[in-house]
């Protein structure tokens, strides 16, 4: 029986959701369209286990807000895609991603930047053009950017998607299928998307010294991937022990906590200048 009490606490629940929600909407889009300065982009490193060098690293985004405190990416990229203005978070992205690239080259620093992009981004045509004509006018090849993306969202609009893929592989950038294994991951996707790199989802990566299950599913992912002529990143790598597991299993890539955890690009700098493997 649904009682008095119970409707009460429920709907309490739900207004207060309904509330952040719309807290987040207001606060991001003031935010966009006239920034105070809340967003920031980190960077985490991506170790190459065959050379042994970190030549790649991965932008995340991090938003430090007054009313809100700290908001976490994995709540505020899904409600700005639910509200259909990612587009912009992803616009400011690839501004401030460029920008640090830059900066980066001129301290002699060399890796590929992974942007996270969602399927309203490849959806949009003018994603591209845009990002080719500011590389163009930084005089940066398209080689220093990547870009990441949760196979879960292409799959409503697969033929076009695919189609948008391509053009962008065409142009010079890498494509990543982020987080596979978890979602609506399918093996039929993997045939299907244009990509050239796979990562692993953390969830099989985290425990990967003590489990068993997960060292059976990533050995058979890698060699999963190898058969599509992708390479592999394992993400959430928290030791050493599962970095030395994924370097014998042939895996390409590590990135984790035991690497370096996601950081400020000037504390990148430094990281990257001492860092030896
Ligand atoms: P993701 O792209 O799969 O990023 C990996 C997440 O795992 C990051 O969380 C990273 O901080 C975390 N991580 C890395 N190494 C470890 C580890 O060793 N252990 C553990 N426990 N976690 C680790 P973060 O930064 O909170 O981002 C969460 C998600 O938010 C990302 O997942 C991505 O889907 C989304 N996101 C972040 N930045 C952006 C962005 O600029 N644009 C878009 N569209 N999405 C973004
Ligand atoms: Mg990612
Ligand atoms: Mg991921
Ligand atoms: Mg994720």
């Given at each position: ?20 929600r ?72 690839y ?20 942007i ?30 990547s870009?990441e ?51 692993i ?77």
């Amino acid at each position: 029986q649904i009682t008095r009490q119970f409707i009460l606490h429920f709907s309490a629940g739900l207004e207060e959701k309904y509330t952040r929600r719309l807290s987040i909407i207001t606060e991001l889009k003031k935010e966009l369209s006239n920034t105070k300065g809340e967003l920031a982009l980190f960077y985490q490193p991506k170790l190459n286990l065959v050379h042994k060098k970190v030549t790649a690293v991965e932008a995340l985004i991090r938003w430090n807000n007054a009313e809100l405190g700290f908001v976490s990416p994995e709540d505020f990229i899904a409600v700005a895609e639910h509200a259909g203005f990612i587009g912009e978070i992803t616009a400011w992205v690839y501004h401030q991603a460029i920008q640090d690239i830059q900066s980066f080259r001129a301290q002699g620093i060399d890796v590929t930047v992974a942007i996270n992009i969602s399927a309203q981004d490849v959806m949009n045509a003018e994603l591209l053009p845009t990002i080719l004509s500011l590389l163009n006018a930084y005089d940066l090849p398209p080689s220093v950017l990547s870009f990441e993306m949760t196979e879960g969202h292409l799959v409503k609009n697969l033929s076009e998607a695919v189609q948008q893929l391509t053009i962008m592989r065409d142009a010079g950038f890498k494509i990543a299928i982020d987080d596979f294994g978890t979602g609506y991951s399918s093996l039929s996707y993997l045939s299907q998307l244009p990509a050239d790199i796979l990562k692993i989802d953390k969830s099989f990566v985290l425990k990967l010294d003590e489990q068993v299950s997960d060292q059976n599913i990533v050995q058979s992912v890698v060699l999963l991937a190898h058969q599509f002529g992708m390479e592999i990143v394992a993400e959430g790598v928290e030791n050493q022990n599962s970095l030395e597991l994924l370097d014998d299993y042939g895996c390409e890539w590590a990135q984790g906590y035991h690497i370096c955890r996601p950081i400020d690009a000037a504390s990148f700098v430094k990281w990257f200048k001492e860092y030896k493997y």
